[in-house]
T-cell receptor, first 116, second 111 residues
């Protein structure tokens, strides 16, 4: 049981390059999330999805795009990377709780991205 | 949006000591989770506890939703407890259901 898997684990980009981070979950969860974590900070939500084919903006969405074409996958794209996007990126997923609300979130191992 | 404050920001303990970490939040919540981020960066869910008390081994947590705070207790601490502990809360409905993270408490347990 893999849970939430993120690829790649590490990446170095030059300013202006593009890349896609892949998140895959095998728990049949409806909800998926992308966060970034900067030094001394908690996690901040970039984008999220409440189901296949749907996405929504979180707290810090600028400079990122996402897609959820399949229920198990959630992709995070950087079209033109900037040094301010140097961070650790976490993906998470959760199922719908008994009352229809969010429930426990399960996290991937993270992707460490450096933009030079 | 909901504000989350954790205290203390840093904590150094001798192995075997007990500790209490606090999380205050500014509005009603229907989701509250405690996470441990180990020194390798992995985030592990410790408790889902929007209200009440739960225990898991040496760890326990209590959330008093009416007074808008949660406490995480660590007893007989071990060096493997080191890392950062995050509290995250979610409000009611729509995007308010997304988790808002505090800045964490960094715990160092010395042998």
């Amino acid at each position: 049981n893999a849970g939430v898997t993120q690829t790649p684990k590490f990446r170095v980009l030059k300013t202006g390059q593009s890349m896609t981070l892949l998140c895959a979950q095998d728990m049949n969860h409806e909800y998926m999330y992308w966060y970034r974590q900067d030094p001394g900070m908690g996690l901040r939500l970039i984008h999220y999805s409440v189901g296949e084919g749907t996405t929504a903006k979180g707290e810090v969405p600028d400079g990122y795009n996402v897609s959820r074409l399949k229920k198990q996958n959630f992709l995070l794209g950087l079209e033109s990377a900037a040094p301010s996007q140097t961070s650790v990126y976490f993906c998470a997923s959760s199922y719908i709780g008994p009352s229809g609300g969010r429930n426990i979130q399960y996290f991937g191992a993270g992707t460490r991205l450096s933009v030079l | 949006g909901i504000q989350v404050e954790q205290s203390p920001p840093d904590l150094i303990l001798q192995e075997g000591a007990n500790s209490t970490l606090r999380c205050n939040f500014s509005d009603s919540v229907n989701n509250l989770q405690w996470f441990h981020q180990n020194p390798w960066g992995q985030l592990i869910n410790l408790f889902y506890i929007p209200s009440g008390t739960k225990q898991n081994g040496r760890l326990s947590a209590t959330t008093v939703a009416t007074e808008r705070y949660s406490l995480l207790y660590i007893s007989s601490s071990q060096t493997t407890d080191s890392g950062v502990y995050f509290c995250a809360v979610g409000g009611y409905g729509g995007s308010q259901g997304n988790l808002i993270f505090g800045k964490g408490t960094k715990l160092s347990v010395k042998p």
